[in-house]
C-alpha cells in the first residue's frame, strides 16, 4: 500500500513527461487516475488512458484531453465513484464504499490488467 501511495504522489507532483507515461503503466488504478488528472501529462499519455479499462481513469483522462471521446454510453459514467473528486492517495481513509467494496471499481465487467481488457471470471 505505502508503494502505491508513493506512486499516487508522485503522479499528482511530477512534470516529467516520462515519468508520467511510466507511471500510466502502473497495475493500480488509482496511479493512472492520479496521472490522468495531472496537467503536464501528454496528450499521448492522456489519448491512452482515455481506453483504460477502468472507467475511473478513462473518465478523468477524456476531461482531460484534447481529443474527446464518447463515454456517455456506459452505465458506469452514472457511478459516483467514476466521477469522485477525493484524492487517490486517500480513497481508502475517506471513503466507506472504496474502504468496503473494492470491487465497486471493476467497471463493465472488465479488470485493469496493465493496458489490456480481461474478462472478468463467471
Known sequence: MEKCVENIIKAKRSNDVRELDELSNS???K?????????????????????DPSFNV????????????DLNDSLSSKNP???????????NI?????????YSRIIDGYIPFGKE????AG
Open 27 to 29: 497495475f493500480d488504478y
Open 31 to 51: 496511479v493512472r487516475r492520479a496521472v490522468a488528472r495531472n496537467p503536464n501529462t501528454s496528450q499521448e499519455t492522456l489519448n491512452i488512458l482515455q481506453h
Open 58 to 69: 478513462a473518465f478523468i483522462a477524456n476531461i482531460h484531453a484534447v481529443e474527446k471521446i
Open 81 to 91: 465513484c467514476v466521477m469522485c473528486e477525493k484524492d487517490e492517495s486517500t480513497y
Open 94 to 102: 475517506e471513503c466507506p464504499n472504496c474502504r468496503n467494496d473494492s
Open 117 to 120: 481488457k480481461v474478462r472478468q
